[in-house]
């Protein structure tokens, strides 16, 4: 690995300010085996993205798993909408799609989502949308394909690695307070993290930081097919604003480059991708979170 350079120093009075530093991106997805091209990009990140959803719900407490051809059904018994998602995975027939909604979801009683992708659902999302299907939310589907070398270390926190059930439970804690904002239920949080192996696993692992020995941000890994999937990213909401959550995601990220990742992805929330834009994520793409009626 031989790259060029440049830097470009901004001072302000007898201080610089700012550092801008410019390399052949190319030649690091060559060496760093980044998948090259935006479609083979987006497909690893399509791949990791329903491994770990997968994970999350069979991993958790009561999570149920379906699997069709092109399509995985999920849910949980605290689900939202947003949690009992259907994860389109390949070409599908509408009515054979909306067939096992109401069977799955529909019949049982359980709020559900249908989640598509812009870069390979168009067909898919005018028949749904056709049918009265609308987007709850959109979640960019972002990307960081190096490690920068950035450094965020906030005063007084300290991050460890999730390796016993004390350390479950703040992470259970964090992430259940963290993600109220979104009208998640605690007991959704109870749930997914019931077990050990749900942040602590060959192939993921979860992160708390502690601010004076109380667990305040949290972060985990998953990585599948090559990449580092960032999940359940969060801090509570008395710490919100002094990147403590950043700290962790960042060791998240550098923990899955370490177990094989080729480069790192997520789906953001709104609050989280500013922060992730400042650390260096790109957006090549979204998911679209899909609600209606049958």
Known sequence: ??????????SAGDEIAEVTEYLDTQLVGRAFGVPVGQDALLRAMDLNMWEMFRDIIRLGRGGE?????????????????????????DAVDVGTLLDAVRAYYVRPGRPFSIWTRPHADAALDAALAARGFLPAVSMPAMALLGDPGTRCDPPGLEI????????RQDYL?????????????????DDTFAALESVCAPHLQGFVGYLAGAPVAAAAV????????????GTVSAHRGKRYAEACTWAAVR??????????????SPMGRPVYERMGFITPSEYRVLVGTL
């Open 255 to 268: 923990e899955g480059f370490r177990r094989g990742g080729r480069f790192a992805s997520l789906q953001a």
């Open 222 to 233: 998953y990585v599948t097919h090559g990449v580092a999937g960032i999940g359940w990213v």
């Open 160 to 167: 460890r690695a999730v390796t016993d059930d004390r350390g």
């Open 173 to 189: 804690e964090v992430t259940a307070e963290a993600y109220a904002v979104y009208q998640q239920p605690p007991e959704m949080a």
């Open 1 to 10: 690995y031989d790259n060029t350079y440049c830097f470009v120093f901004r």
């Open 65 to 89: 798993l379906v699997e069709r051809d092109g399509f995985t059904m999920g849910a949980s018994p605290h689900g939202t909408f947003f949690h009992n998602m259907v994860m389109i995975r």
